[in-house]
């Protein structure tokens, strides 16, 4: 099957569609990705307000000692560990437009790995160097049949090689919406999803008896 061309009605469909985290600038975005690692983008959301108005940027965050940070996270996952990686990674980036731009940098901060920086960097436009794939995407990409397995690193290198690097960014974002709004866990919404006439999960549910 030709996925550039099988892909282009969900591709359509979320074009433009930002992460659902919801920050302002580029600093907050690196921020909130450490911080909603294994935690919702809902909790995320309603807590780094209060952090952002003690911590406006890397250069007062990287002043702060962990502990510092406690009061404004202590109701994330992980908050301790997240705290540290926050304050260690604005020490070495110090100033806000300094955020590295490549996976090979971004991954060498703690609590960043590829698919943390995937969304970093689709987020801030650089060029894509792989795509996205969070638990929607390790639950969609097997349903209609783009991709196998729960590795995410080994799912990651068979959607590249089905679909061109141009498209690297909103296809992570793309399978990322349909899980969350259309092709939820239980009850799937398959009426409704613009990929029913590929997807294998839900072709093999029409043919049962």
Not at 172 to 196: H, I
């Amino acid at each position: 099957m030709d996925w550039n061309k099988a892909l282009k009605p969900l591709l359509r469909k979320y074009a433009g569609r930002k992460h659902p985290l919801e920050f302002k600038n580029h600093y907050q975005l690196l921020v909130m990705v450490i911080l909603s690692a294994r935690d919702s983008d809902r909790n995320i959301n309603s807590r780094a307000p209060k952090l952002f108005r003690k911590f406006p940027s890397f250069k007062q965050l990287a002043r702060a000692s962990p502990e510092d940070l406690y009061p404004f996270i202590s109701g994330i996952t992980n908050f301790r560990n997240k705290a540290r990686w926050l304050t260690d990674t604005a020490r070495a980036i110090q100033v806000d437009g300094s955020i590295p731009r490549t996976q090979e940098e971004l991954t060498q901060y703690p609590g960043i790995g590829r698919k943390s920086a995937n969304v970093i960097m689709s987020q801030m436009d650089s060029p894509a160097e792989g795509v996205i794939v969070d638990l929607h995407t390790l639950r969609v990409a097997p349903r209609l049949g783009i991709a196998r397995g729960a590795n995410a690193e080994k799912m990651e290198k068979q959607l590249m090689g089905k679909v061109l690097p141009k498209n690297w960014h909103i296809l992570g974002m793309s399978l990322t919406w349909l899980g969350r709004e259309v092709c939820r866990p239980k009850n799937p919404n398959c009426p409704e999803c613009v990929m029913r006439g590929i997807c294998e999960f839900y072709n093999s549910r029409r043919r049962m008896p």
